[in-house]
């Protein structure tokens, strides 16, 4: 099972890769806001749900994908943890 560390770092590489290209890895926490903090709009979540989805082979849902569930790095963790 992969663990919650790599997880997460997965998933900060792919958000620095795709929507901060450039920015400070550091600045982007456990607990930086990418949905109510305008990083994700609509489209740029459902590509990170895609790349979760492909990367972890798991299934979100439409009702998973708010902010509830995507808003920060911890969160999406969690999300992913629960459905391996």
């Given at each position: 099972m992969t663990?919650?560390?790599n997880i997460k770092n997965t998933i900060k590489n792919f958000?620095?890769?795709e929507f901060l290209p450039g920015e400070d890895p550091n600045l982007l926490e456990d607990s930086t806001q990418l949905v109510t903090g305008g990083i994700l709009d609509s489209l740029a979540t459902l590509r990170l749900v895609s790349f979760l989805q492909d990367q972890f082979g798991l299934e979100i849902e439409p009702y998973e994908m708010t902010t509830d569930h995507m808003d920060t790095l911890t969160a999406i963790t969690d999300l992913v943890q629960s459905k391996l």
């Open positions: 663990s919650q560390d958000i620095l890769a």
